[in-house]
């Protein structure tokens, strides 16, 4: 069996420690804020983004070149291994698109490898979860097919729910109308958000006040695993770590989950959420 190299994109927003520790290779996204354009997980913390959104600042992201995914997989393809690459969603992002014709570029250049690129339809730690799952089964000694087979049998398993606190945020974004945001932001209504199966946002319920929101979120991830309690639960948040940390109590209180990994949105996810954002994700019988 050839050796396979598993690679992400820097939307998954596991903690960078984490992803440098098991040497990891991320092809990253674009954040452009404050006249500068920066490489998503590489070049900007989390305290200096959510700094520059409280600032006033607005940032503007877009998803990585074919060059610069070719730059991260060849050194890989040199040392005669092969690549399964777990994209971000297409349904929010052309970055799928890119992996896709950097891979073919490659395979012109390295016909004798694999190199193999799916569309997770996950976004954050939604992609982060799958990433985490694939990551365990490689160590298990599964081949880069068994691995592959096992992600798309299992990619619309990945449950997000979100809640996001700036609906100006949301608006921006094009996802609801400019006086939905003002009259929502009135009366303190905070959209919870799922990723459906296309990989795309969608605003599902709304809940009246923070806690109320944070509490509605666990409820719907115990809901949606029907009593099969999952083996990890991921938190991204924006730049909110009392409240995380909250969420997460919540979840080893309701669903017995003691496996809980929390971190900070990355500047490309958090650009479009804002800070204050805050989400569970988990995997569930489907979405």
Same mark, same amino acid.
């Given at each position: ?195 459906? @199966? ?8 709304? =809940?009246?006040? !923070? &806690? #109320?929101?944070?509490?509605?979120? /666990?409820? %719907? ?17 924006? @730049? ?8 997460? =109590?919540?979840? !080893? &209180? #309701?669903?017995?989950?003691?496996? /809980?990994? %929390? ?25």
């Amino acid at each position: 069996m050839s050796e396979y190299v598993i690679t992400i994109n820097s939307t998954s927003d596991l903690p960078k420690e984490w992803v440098w520790e098991r040497e990891i290779p991320v092809v990253p996204l674009n954040c452009t804020i404050g006249g500068k354009t920066y490489r998503d997980m590489y070049d900007l913390t989390a305290e200096e983004f959510y700094g520059m959104l409280e600032n006033g600042e607005m940032a503007v992201t877009s998803q990585p070149s074919p060059q610069t995914a070719i730059d991260i997989l060849e050194p890989i393809l040199k040392k005669e291994k092969d690549i399964l690459h777990l994209s971000f969603t297409s349904g929010l992002s052309g970055t799928y698109n890119s992996m896709c014709i950097a891979a073919e570029e490659l395979r012109e250049k390295y016909p004798e490898r694999k190199i193999v690129v799916i569309d997770t339809l996950c976004a954050s730690m939604g992609e982060g979860l799958l990433d985490y799952k694939a990551l365990e089964l490689q160590k298990e000694g599964r081949s880069l097919e068994e691995v592959a087979q096992w992600v798309e049998e299992n990619k619309l398993k990945i449950c997000h729910f979100f809640m996001v606190e700036d609906l100006n945020h949301l608006q921006k974004g094009g996802r609801i109308s400019k006086t939905a945001a003002v009259i929502g932001t009135m009366v303190q209504i905070k959209p919870i958000i799922c990723l459906d @199966n296309e990989g795309k946002l969608q605003i599902i319920r709304k =809940e009246r006040g !923070r &806690k #109320k929101g944070m509490n509605k979120i /666990v409820d %719907m991830a115990v809901e949606a695993c029907e009593g099969k309690m999952p083996d990890m639960v991921m938190i991204p948040h924006g @730049n909110c770590p009392e409240d995380a940390a909250y969420v997460a =109590e919540l979840v !080893r &209180k #309701k669903m017995g989950v003691t496996n /809980v990994m %929390m971190n900070n949105l990355g500047p490309v996810i958090g650009g479009h959420t804002g800070a204050g954002m805050i989400a569970i994700v988990c995997m569930a019988d489907h979405r």
